[in-house]
């Protein structure tokens, strides 16, 4: 190897690490907040279900409030621990999540029989939770309000741990047979999972589907059974907790009385609403979109450029076929996860609109990175790898840049939970000292999300007012106790 090629890497080597740190830093931020999070809205709600026996409680749930029942269970479980766990889940889920995505990026490139080294593995994940998260439709809403996060962000949280489960086992197949046990803890890890939201858990069965057609039609190892049934025994899982979450009574509390549209219909509009929604997220987000699409073509052009290494031509003609598919199969998983919204409340919602904007992020990336393997195998002899390491640094200020916007929000989160903080100290205070009808300080709501009421017949009111063990709550704007 020259010297130039021996720079050159050098500096490829060095764009990476600079989109890791400020990826990372960003993400670190994003956590950081999430310990400024308090009880919101139905937070409060949660008091419910800690007033009787576990079974009942999730029984009545399910029965009068809502059909998703895991994320009941996460909630419940999180204030059972305490109500300072809601300042802890965010960066928890953030981590578990980071992780997950690095893991299963690692058993896929060794499944594959093509290692990806571990700064790229690191890389990419970052880059990938960051995209997404910066493009969330409201990531207070998904990070920083529990109630919203353990429906929409935590199965996206775990789903990654379902997919190396899988994976493993049908790695360990080449060599001896799947335990019996292994099957029917993958049930129920599936139905478990499938019952944190409608939206996600038809993505997983789109994709369950999915890999079980490709098992099918290219697997040709010994594993082949074993891959086709752990597939799926993980869709049926899935599958009984869509149906479970179908049948609830308490569909008629969140439509609301109104009259669903009929199947056909429902997809027809899931169908137009998706393509507005790309169209509208390129149209919005131009900035974000375009280093989407940007950075992974140029990490692996600088990876595949020849002579580094060359594609054969069956590795072109899987490429071209990606490059085809990969675009309807992202569109398809954003129809499957505003499908239930359709059917529904219309368009989705802003928190339900996160699983699509991430199979939107991971659709460009993977587009792009198969973009930029193709682009690298024509011969120049401008030295390109040099210039996508420049750019790939150039593109790393764009990150610095949302570390900055990052940074600014921690002042605003910090008094609002300073506040809170203080206000939860004088409603002790004066429950201590026997009152019983509280007036206290108003907030304004955050990112949609609503803050106690003028009205003590109001929701949330009523939710507050039990969580403290009082007769009635009211807020007024400039007021704490008569």
Known sequence: MSNSTKLTSKFFTFSLWLLTAFSGSVLVIYAYLGTFSRHLADDYCAIDFLLTDFPTALWVNYMNVSDRFSNFMLITLSEAIGPWTVSVLPALMLSL???????????????????????????????????????????????????????????????????????????????????????????????????????????????????????????????????????????????????????????????????????????????????????????????????????????????????????????????????????????????????????????PVERARFTGQLCLVAGLMIEAALLGSLAAQFKARIPFKLVASLLLMLSSLYLLRAVWLAVTDVPIYRQRAEWWDEREVMIYQAIEQGHTDLVVQQFDGVDGVKEMDVSENHWVNRCAAKYYGINSIRAYPDVMFP
């Open 97 to 347: 999540w980071i992780f997950g995505i690095a893991w299963l990026m690692f058993e896929s490139s060794r499944f594959s029989g093509h290692a990806w080294d571990k700064l790229l593995i690191v890389t990419l994940t970052l880059l990938l939770v960051f995209l997404a998260l910066l493009q969330a439709p409201n990531r207070f809403q998904i990070l920083y309000w529990r109630s919203s996060m353990s429906a929409h962000f935590a199965p996206l949280v775990f789903m990654p741990y379902l997919a190396i489960s899988i994976l493993r086992s049908v790695a360990a197949a080449e060599k001896k047979p799947t335990a019996f046990w292994v099957y029917p803890l993958l049930f129920l890890a599936s139905f478990i999972l499938g019952g944190f939201s409608e939206p996600t858990v038809l993505v997983m069965i789109s994709l369950l589907a999915l890999g079980i057609f490709c098992a099918w039609l290219w697997m040709k190892s010994p594993a082949r059974k074993t891959a086709l049934t752990l597939l799926t025994v993980s869709l049926v899982g899935e599958t009984l907790a869509l149906a479970v979450m179908a049948i609830s009574p308490a569909h008629s509390f969140r439509l609301s009385n109104a009259v669903p549209p009929s199947i056909p219909v429902a997809f027809m509009r899931a169908f137009d609403y998706g393509f507005e929604f790309i169209l509208n997220s390129f149209r919005t987000l131009p900035l974000p979109t375009l280093f989407t699409v940007l950075i992974p073509f140029l990490i692996f052009y600088g990876l595949y450029v020849v002579p580094a290494a060359t594609l054969n031509s069956d590795q072109r003609k899987r490429i071209y076929l990606l490059l085809v598919a990969i675009p309807i199969l992202s569109y398809l998983l954003i129809v499957a996860s505003f499908l239930p919204s359709v059917y529904g409340q219309s368009f």
